[in-house]
């Protein structure tokens, strides 16, 4: 007589099931590591992206007031080579001299303000309070920022300027972040005419 033994419908997971499952999970962990770690990156880096749209856009602003204000000629609205007074090539965030503009040959280092030192412009932030205009306020230093300001014809052919009351501007302000070799760059470009 053969004795029959109960059946179980239960039944385990096999090893190979197991180690497929810690592979998607190792997978997925992985990718939302590599994600996090994005996301600290960008935030780091807010903060010097902000300020370089924002010198951008205040260069741009100052040479538009200028023109419209009659504070310089359209001629005047150039790099030095091309006979105008704006400075060819990148340069650090000076202040600006007694033309009131920014990358021009009149501009000057910061002097000394709080605690931001002579030299290239340095904005003060709020310290671990969280206030500004306290004890323990922090300088940044922009000296790792540079602008250049491009002024060229637009509608150029062969040579010769096709229309010279129209320019096409464009500010760029470049930095590195951190330890990195690697320029990161913010640019606007528009166009100026010799029309208000």
């Known amino acids: 007589m053969t004795q029959r033994r109960p059946h179980n419908s239960q039944r385990g997971f096999t090893i190979i099931e197991t180690m497929i499952a810690i592979a998607i999970m ?5 990718t939302l590591i590599a994600a996090f770690a ?8 807010a903060q010097e992206n902000l300020i370089a749209r924002q010198k951008t856009l205040e260069a741009m602003e100052s040479v538009y007031t ?37 990358n021009t040959a009149d501009d000057t ?7 931001c030192p002579s030299g290239p412009e340095c ?7 969280g206030i500004l205009g ?13 602008r250049e300001i491009r002024i060229a014809s637009v509608l150029e052919v ?3 300027t096709i229309d010279p009351n129209l320019k096409q501007i464009t500010v760029t302000v470049s930095y ?20 208000r």
Request: charged residues 10%; negative net charge.
């Open 38 to 45: 994005t996301a600290v990156g960008a935030t780091n880096n």
């Open 176 to 195: 590195n972040t951190g330890g990195s070799t690697v320029a990161r760059a913010y640019s606007a470009s528009a166009l100026i005419s010799a029309f």
């Open 26 to 30: 190792s997978i997925g962990i992985v």
């Open 109 to 115: 280092n910061f002097p000394a303000l709080g605690s």
């Open 66 to 102: 200028a023109r419209n204000t009659q504070q310089i000629a359209f001629a005047q609205i150039a790099n030095i080579p091309s006979g105008g007074i704006f400075t060819s090539g990148p340069t650090q965030l000076l202040r600006a001299g007694n033309d009131g503009l920014v």
């Open 123 to 129: 904005i003060t932030l709020p310290g671990p309070d």
């Open 158 to 160: 062969d040579g010769v």
């Open 134 to 146: 306290t004890a323990d306020d922090k300088a940044l230093s922009l000296a790792n920022f540079t």
